[in-house]
T-cell receptor, first 111, second 117 residues
Framework: KQEVTQIPAALSVPEGENLVLNCSFT??????LQWFRQDPGKGLTSLLL?????REQTSGRLNASLDKSSGRSTLYIAASQPGDSATYLC??????????FGPGTRLSVLP | AAGVIQSPRHLIKEKRETATLKCYPI?????VYWYQQGPGQDPQFLIS???????DKGSIPDRFSAQQFSDYHSELNMSSLELGDSALYFC????????????????FGQGTRLTVV
């Protein structure tokens, strides 16, 4: 059974810092990994999708990497802004199966 | 661009009542997922459909049922509601085309907040 963990559970940084969020999964036979952002009480916004054959994806200030063999992914946020404050969730899929989510990292970027 | 549409956005029901949540996936997406997110928790998978057939089942109570219709919209039916069913219910859609059904990027709706009183 796939299990996903995320470290840290919460993170508070001053504006402008670069930061790294970590995601680990137990079954490395994934098809893809997706990072989401969730604002309190709101829906899930897709940030980046990494296919199993890819090593990283970039979108603006976000960069996500994937190391399938070690069961890890990182989300790098450059030059953080207060508007980045949210919960960040990673989710993985295996063959023909649903997305399994991690518990999320609550990020606060202080002005 | 069209996104996943869920209705209603908010719903208040009393215990033992029934509720129906609707989901309209992104056009041409063939897979729909339902998730339940309790307060302070990560989304928990309930059920999914691929091409109108149930493809996977998670921690969905027997009191709940779901289906996907010919126009690909999906409905989650919840009966004998309990206080513990209060949560945010998300629908997501993706395109899982091809023989291997490798799921592509999933897009989530804004969710339906169900409150059972």
């Amino acid at each position: 059974k796939q299990e996903v963990t995320q470290i840290p559970a919460a993170l508070s940084v001053p504006e402008g810092e670069n930061l790294v969020l970590n995601c680990s999964f137990t079954d490395s036979a994934i098809y893809n990994l997706q990072w989401f952002r969730q604002d309190p009480g709101k829906g899930l916004t897709s940030l980046l999708l990494i296919q199993s054959s890819q090593r990283e994806q970039t979108s603006g200030r976000l960069n996500a990497s994937l190391d399938k063999s070690s069961g890890r992914s990182t989300l790098y946020i450059a030059a953080s802004q207060p508007g980045d404050s949210a919960t960040y969730l990673c989710a993985v899929t295996n063959y023909g199966q649903n997305f399994v989510f991690g518990p999320g990292t609550r990020l606060s970027v202080l002005p | 661009a069209a996104g996943v549409i869920q209705s209603p956005r908010h719903l208040i029901k009393e215990k033992r009542e029934t509720a129906t949540l609707k989901c309209y996936p992104i056009p041409r997406h063939d897979t729909v997922y339902w998730y339940q997110q309790g307060p302070g928790q990560d989304p928990q998978f309930l059920i999914s459909f691929y091409e109108k057939m149930q493809s996977d089942k998670g921690s969905i109570p027997d009191r709940f049922s779901a289906q996907q219709f010919s126009d690909y919209h999906s409905e989650l039916n919840m009966s004998s509601l309990e206080l513990g069913d209060s949560a945010l219910y998300f629908c997501a859609s993706s395109l899982a085309g091809g023989i291997q059904r490798r799921s592509t990027e999933a897009f989530f709706g804004q969710g339906t907040r169900l409150t059972v009183v």
